[in-house]
């Protein structure tokens, strides 16, 4: 009996001894699978910059708000899915004259390009004729500050970022929710206009896409964007631009 117990006890005690050594405490360490990191997207909530607060008054809405409030929703969605790390650019949602902080628009772009974002989503509201959402990339190179830029692996790498973008945004906002201004380039904004490209392009070394959401102005636009499921559906396309550019 007790001859048995010894013999069972060796038995085991040799197999834990072969176990650890085939497959050692380090070696397990080194052969799990591990996470690739999640991509980084950038989400940019324009204004206030060194050329505009984004706090002028259109239809009750101020730009400068509804874009931080769209991209805190995009955030969530994203984050809450799983699908990316987000950094944003700046973590203030108004505009205070009386203690006015700005994040500059080349600031922006070194934010995006220090965390090696896989795209640098700039959220801003049009003014003016028209109504609808637009998006923009950089299609040529401007000139600011005695830099030049984006390269051409960047504009390229930024036209289809806006393709994409694009199209997953299309399948959520019908033409009956608002306007499809489709895909342009930055030559045909003002500050592109002037300069060749906006000057977050000009610094970006990542692909950039600016979304113009919808028209302050306009009468129809504004009532959408500024309802809480307007700017939730405003999120859900912009998350769903994301995950077409990621191949999600
Ligand atoms: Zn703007």
């Not at 069972?8 to 197999?15: G, K, N, P």
């Not at 259109?58 to 874009?67: F, K």
């Not at 393709?163 to 929710?177: E, F, I, N």
């Not at 070394?205 to 009468?219: C, D, F, G, I």
Request: aromatic share 6%.
């Amino acid at each position: 009996m007790v001859s048995s117990s010894l013999m069972m006890l060796c038995i085991l005690t040799a197999i834990l001894t072969v176990k650890a050594l085939v497959s050692p405490a380090w070696c397990r360490d080194a052969t799990a699978p591990r996470q690739a990191p999640l991509p980084v997207i950038c989400i940019d909530p324009g204004h206030p910059s060194e050329t505009n607060p984004g706090a002028a008054v259109q239809n009750g809405l101020r730009e400068v708000e509804v874009v931080y409030d769209v991209a805190l929703e995009l955030k969530s969605i994203l984050e809450d899915e799983g699908v990316a790390q987000i950094v944003l650019t700046r973590r203030f949602r108004g505009y205070d004259a009386h203690h006015p902080v700005i994040v500059t628009n080349r600031k922006r772009a070194e934010i995006a390009n220090d965390a090696h974002a896989f795209l640098f989503l700039r959220l801003h509201c049009d003014t003016g004729k028209g109504s609808g959402f637009t998006l923009y990339y950089p299609n040529r190179q401007g000139k600011k500050f005695g830099v030049t830029g984006p390269s051409a692996a960047v504009r390229e790498a930024s036209e289809k970022a806006a393709v994409a973008v694009h199209k997953g945004m299309q399948g959520v906002l019908v033409p009956a929710t608002l306007h499809d201004n489709g895909v342009k380039g930055e030559s045909a904004t003002f500050v592109g206009g002037k300069q060749g490209v906006l000057t977050g392009s000009i610094f970006s070394k990542v692909p950039t896409v600016t979304v113009e959401m919808a028209v302050l102005s306009n009468r129809h636009d504004a009532v959408w964007i500024s309802s809480k499921e307007g700017r939730h559906q405003m999120a859900q396309a912009l998350a769903r631009g994301v995950t077409q550019y990621l191949g999600k």
